[in-house]
């Protein structure tokens, strides 16, 4: 099982930018899909962008879409977010997640970090 540590997470303004970073454990973590996902109080956690154990394809959710990039590099057995143009309706928390990227559902990642606050302020 791979161990999720995110970091990045902070207080920007609408317009900015930050980049989430997640560090796995584990010997297995280029055999994962890896993607982030993330929840805002009162709502479901949602996905936001994933990427294939070999980097191959990426996938967003259509809010993010433009404005955000995942990346990895699994020599390093890192995950990253780009996330620029930052609105308010992105503030959550947001969990980096190992798994398979079959439905994008949670319940298809079986490994997730504690997750980290994004707060964007308008």
């Known amino acids: 099982q791979v161990q999720l540590v995110e970091s990045g997470g902070g207080l920007v303004q609408a317009g900015g930018s930050l980049r989430l970073s997640c560090a796995a454990s584990?010997?297995?973590?280029?055999?994962?899909?890896m993607a982030w996902f993330r929840q805002a109080p009162g709502k479901e956690r949602d996905f936001v962008a994933g990427?294939?154990?070999?980097?191959?394809?990426?996938y967003y959710a259509d809010s993010v879409k433009g404005r955000f990039t995942i990346s990895r590099n699994n020599a390093k057995t890192t995950v990253d977010l780009q996330m620029n143009s930052l609105k308010p309706e992105d503030t959550a928390v947001y969990y980096c997640?190992?798994?398979?990227?079959?439905?994008?559902?949670?319940?298809?990642?079986?490994?997730w970090g504690q997750g980290t606050q994004v707060t964007v302020s308008s």
């Open positions: 584990g010997r297995t973590f280029s055999m994962y899909d």
């Open positions: 997640a190992a798994g398979s990227i079959a439905t994008m559902s949670p319940s298809e990642f079986g490994a």
């Open positions: 990427i294939r154990w070999d980097a191959s394809s990426t």
